[in-house]
């Protein structure tokens, strides 16, 4: 399988506790995305990579999130002191930037639920 | 500011019958691509098509089709013959293509199909 995969798949956590998600990119994509989705919504941009640099880190919901690509193949996703409200699908996306394509495609995602 | 909005939440339809769901986007820029992604039950989007705002022409591909109009800032999207294996949600999105590449892609909030059979 080629695909976008990320681990785990279902986490589930009582609050105050740090989490750690992990997405690995198909192999030759070298940009990589990661989404947040409520019931009921459309994903929701969180942050992206080119490589190991962090493109844009702004809309990370708080400073509890952050994320790492540290060798520009696989990416985690941290949660601190997690909170109800983290409960969401995260998921994760890659996409080649040269050729302006555009196309992301999606890993199965990690399902969060906070206690 | 970046904006799509489908307005359908939940749509029904009866097997073989044909479905379009609107999508309406808002840019600024002139430059942007916009897609359609399914989402079934069991979570994982999936990549249905793409356009680019220099392509107006509209397509079909086997059993989907799509009609794209800048001037009414509409990408639509339309099912022939729906099967009950088209019951999802359907996400349109939109990014902004910029020296650097495609910005995220910006989504709206879904239409949930439910083919009856």
Redesign the interface.
Known sequence: DTGVSQDPRHKITKRGQNVTFRCDPISEHN?L?W?RQTL??????LT?F?NEAQ??KSRLLSDRFSAERPKGSFSTLEIQRTEQGDSA?Y?C?S?L??G??????????T?LTVL | AQKVTQAQTEISVVEKEDVTLDCVYETRDTTYYLFWYKQPPSGELVFLIRRNSFDEQNEISGRYSWNFQKSTSSFNFTITASQVVDSAVYFCALSEFLNSGNTPLVFGKGTRLSVIA
């Open positions: 940009r995305y989404y009921g919504q459309g994903p929701e941009f992206y080119q493109l844009e699908m998921l996306a996409s930037k040269a302006g394509r555009g196309e992301q495609f999606f890993g199965p995602g399902r």
